[in-house]
């Protein structure tokens, strides 16, 4: 009886110290918090992008104003060299921070002054279903957005564009 009850405590003792561990590695998670030092600036940069009818690389310039209102992230972009591809986005922080909009966080990494967020969502990318990875790093001066794709039944990830930018105002 004395062995039964200590191999009980035991595996008690084994249980809760995984229910912590795992609690303490869940699903990474943002807040608004997390971004407050993007509100009301302007940045600078390009987008390079893969087009789809040839394969090859083009490059815009980009400039890009970020607000933060609430739990969302609004982006105006504008494209001087194709002013019809200008575009708003608002970005909401969904389901206890583990979404940004309907792509869930899978990464967040906090390091030298940058945050690093990989999303993934499923979706069509060229007519091709596929999931889809948006990487994300954030510093007081850069921020980058980069997609790639995996198209279902493939081996590997395409890279489908990329934004880079600098910093050109202060908050």
Same mark, same amino acid.
């Given at each position: ?29 943002? !807040? ?22 040839? %394969? ?13 209102? %609430?739990?969302? +992230? ?16 608002? +970005? ?13 966080? +899978? ?11 990989? !999303? ?52």
């Amino acid at each position: 009886m004395t062995n039964t009850l200590a191999i009980m405590k035991t595996l008690s003792f084994l249980v809760l110290c995984l229910l912590v561990t795992s609690s303490s590695f869940g699903q990474p998670r943002v !807040t608004i918090s997390d971004f407050e030092n993007l509100n009301n600036t302007q940045w600078s940069g390009s987008l390079m992008y893969i087009n789809y009818g040839d %394969g090859k690389e083009v490059t815009l310039r980009s400039k890009m104003q970020i607000l933060i209102e %609430g739990n969302k +992230i609004l982006t105006n972009i504008q494209y001087p060299d194709e002013p019809k591809a200008n575009s708003r986005e608002s +970005i909401k922080i969904k389901k206890n921070g583990t979404y940004l909009d309907n792509e869930e966080i +899978i990464e967040k990494k906090l390091e030298m002054g940058t945050m690093k967020l990989v !999303t993934r969502y499923r979706g069509k990318d060229n007519n091709k279903l596929a999931v889809i990875y948006k990487t994300y790093n954030i510093s007081e001066n850069e921020y980058t957005v980069e997609k790639k794709v995996d198209y279902l039944n493939t081996e590997q990830k395409t890279l489908r564009n990329r934004y880079r930018y600098k910093r050109v105002s202060e908050k």
